[in-house]
Every structure is written in C-alpha cells, then in structure tokens.
C-alpha cells in the first residue's frame, strides 16, 4: 500500500489497483519493452483519472464537515464517510461529484490536446489514455446500476421507499448491457455485467 496525503484527504492505493490497471492495460500481451511501457503510462493515466474522480467525492463529503479517506482499489476506488449521516440530497451531490470532475476533466485534456503539439508517441498515447480513461470511466459510472454511481444518485433520487425499483432498475440494465456486450465479444464488460446483475438480484431477495 502506497499512503500520502492530497488537499489534506489522507489516499491509499492497494496493490490490487496497479495489477487492475495493468491488466486493463493489455499487460498479458505485452511483449516488448516498448509495449510494456504502455502498459505502465496507461496504469498512470488510470491513476491520475480515478484519483481525480474519488477526490471529487471526498472534497464534497469533507465540504459537508464530514471525515473521509481516499482508497483506490480494484477497478477504481472509494471515499469513505460516516454512514446515515447525509441527507438524500447531500447523498447525491457526493456521488455525482465524481463523475462530474472526472468528466470535465477529460473534456478539459481533450480540449488542450488540440493546441500541444507532442511529438513522442508514447506521451501521446499516454494523452489518448488519460482522455479515454476520464471520459468513458465517468459516462460508464453514471449507468443506473448499483453499486455504481449512476445506482447510487438513483438510490438518493428515489429514496428508500423505491429501494427495489432502484435494484430492479439496476438488475435490468447490466442484464441488458451484459448481454449486448457478450454478443459485441466484449467478454470482461459481460463479466462485470453479470456480477452486478446477480449483486442487484441478491440485494432485492433480501428485500422481499
């Protein structure tokens, strides 16, 4: 584990994001030096863009006088804050913080890329992946599926009185995504699809 501290937010970062990153990255099928170092500077663009999302959460969450820590973890991370503190509203603002950050933030390194003229190829896929990263990490996180942060904002939209709409609603949309990807041949968007549909599922038997 890699702890320091940002804006005065204490960050952690597991081992398992670096393996994720690099694993995302195409590392199985890395077999130059040259392509390994892709590998690296796109795990360093999966780091900039997530840690830039999670402290969008964190940065709401302290600006409501709230404790909280940043841990990047497995396929992104998290913020940590006292639980049943947060009103719906305040709930919704936290979790759409990250997104929202992340994706101007994208939109921000497209939209200089286009005045730095760059000549290294390798910082220039580094750009690309950055961008990618932000851009897709951000619109993906917002699909209405629990847990991600389109499930959750819907979550504190509806309240605990829809708390099975939310997961039916979330069931259905990875189902949906997850058999659409499948057939794409995109077997790791599948996978996870699979994952969230059978963890609304579960979540809604304890609801009956």
């Not at 890395?30 to 900039?48: D, I, K, Q, W």
């Not at 969450?61 to 804050?81: C, D, H």
Request: hydrophobic residues 55%.
């Amino acid at each position: 584990m890699i702890p320091f501290s940002l804006f005065g937010i204490p960050v952690r970062i597991e081992p398992i994001f670096w393996l994720t990153a690099a694993f995302l990255g195409g590392i199985l099928y890395a077999r130059s030096t040259e392509e390994l170092l892709g590998v690296a500077l796109f795990a360093l663009a999966a780091f900039v863009s997530v840690l830039i999302h999670e402290m969008g959460h964190a940065l709401m969450i302290r600006k409501f006088g709230l404790p909280t820590q940043v841990v990047l973890s497995a396929f992104g991370g998290y913020a940590t804050y006292p639980p049943g503190i947060l009103s719906r509203t305040k709930s919704f603002l936290v979790t759409a913080a990250g997104p929202a950050i992340q994706l101007a933030f994208g939109i921000a390194v497209l939209f200089l890329s286009k005045y730095i003229s760059v000549e290294n190829s390798q910082l220039v896929n580094f750009i690309d992946d950055l961008i990618w990263v932000s851009i897709v990490w951000a619109l993906f996180n917002c699909l209405p599926i629990f847990p991600m942060d389109g499930g959750q904002m819907l979550a504190s939209a509806m309240g605990p009185r829809r708390v099975r709409a939310v997961h039916i609603i979330g069931m259905s949309c990875a189902i949906l995504i997850g058999v659409l990807a499948l057939t794409s041949g995109i077997m790791l968007m599948g996978i996870f699809m699979g994952m969230f549909a059978w963890q609304n599922y579960q979540i809604l038997q304890q609801h009956r």
